[in-house]
């Protein structure tokens, strides 16, 4: 077999090396905090005229309306819109369908300025999740946490532990929060959360 012929090599995520210790946090927890990598996630940036045609059009593709508040976010089946800027969006997918986002995405917008980035490889996903799940990322971050304040349908660009992220309320029964992270932070950002999960327990 040749170099040309020879299988590629499975993507490893950022997190891999972590994923027996954030299970083991769960585990300890007895469920109270849920810590896991959602590695691979497609995400496109999208930068487009919110008032323009081109918004309901790309939100038409998606399968939803491309979130109109500032630091909100939209879901629709396996798809998340979430709104980054003014004219600014990353709409999240399952893993694989970044290019499907993108190619949707560009032919609904036609003529309209538009700018379509895919970003997949930049970051990583965190899932914090459990009944603790607020209080733990509270002692990381600045924002006001409480469900009124930042409940589902809620999202921002903030720091956490002094790291960069965008910060999603997960809708759904088991709630909780996507923490979307830079891939070279997010080992230092899973320590953190690691080392303030046991320090709180």
Request: proline share 7%; charged share 20%; net charge neutral.
């Given at each position: 077999?040749?170099?040309?012929?020879?299988?590629?090599?499975?993507?490893?995520?950022?997190?891999a090396?972590?994923?027996?210790?954030l299970?083991?946090?769960?585990?300890?927890?007895?469920?109270?905090?849920?810590?896991?990598?959602?590695?691979?996630?497609?995400?496109?940036?999208?930068?487009?005229?919110?008032?323009?045609?081109?918004?309901?059009?790309?939100?038409?593709?998606?399968?939803?309306?491309?979130?109109?508040?500032?630091d909100?976010?939209?879901?629709?089946?396996?798809?998340?819109?979430?709104?980054?800027?003014?004219?600014?969006?990353?709409?999240?997918?399952?893993?694989?369908?970044?290019?499907?986002l993108?190619?949707?995405?560009?032919?609904?917008?036609?003529?309209?300025?538009?700018?379509?980035?895919?970003?997949?490889?930049?970051?990583?996903?965190?899932?914090?999740?459990?009944?603790?799940?607020?209080?733990?990322?509270?002692?990381?971050?600045?924002?006001?946490?409480?469900?009124?304040?930042?409940?589902?349908?809620?999202?921002?660009?903030?720091?956490?532990?002094?790291?960069?992220?965008?910060?999603?309320?997960?809708?759904?029964?088991?709630?909780?929060?996507?923490?979307?992270?830079?891939?070279?932070?997010?080992?230092?950002?899973?320590?953190?959360?690691?080392?303030?999960?046991?320090?709180?327990?």
């Amino acid at each position: 077999m040749t170099a040309d012929t020879a299988p590629a090599a499975a993507p490893r995520s950022p997190l891999a090396d972590a994923a027996h210790r954030l299970a083991g946090v769960t585990r300890a927890s007895r469920g109270a905090v849920r810590l896991a990598e959602l590695p691979f996630l497609a995400q496109v940036n999208v930068r487009l005229d919110a008032k323009g045609p081109a918004a309901d059009a790309v939100g038409a593709a998606l399968g939803l309306t491309l979130p109109p508040q500032p630091d909100t976010v939209v879901h629709a089946g396996e798809v998340s819109a979430v709104r980054l800027g003014p004219d600014e969006w990353l709409v999240v997918g399952r893993p694989g369908t970044e290019r499907d986002l993108e190619r949707r995405i560009r032919s609904a917008a036609g003529d309209e300025p538009v700018a379509v980035t895919d970003v997949s490889a930049q970051r990583t996903t965190l899932l914090v999740g459990g009944p603790r799940a607020r209080d733990l990322l509270s002692h990381g971050c600045a924002l006001d946490l409480h469900p009124r304040a930042f409940g589902p349908g809620r999202c921002a660009q903030t720091t956490l532990a002094r790291t960069q992220v965008v910060l999603v309320a997960r809708d759904g029964s088991r709630g909780g929060f996507w923490v979307l992270v830079r891939s070279s932070f997010a080992g230092y950002l899973v320590d953190w959360l690691l080392d303030a999960a046991v320090e709180h327990a």
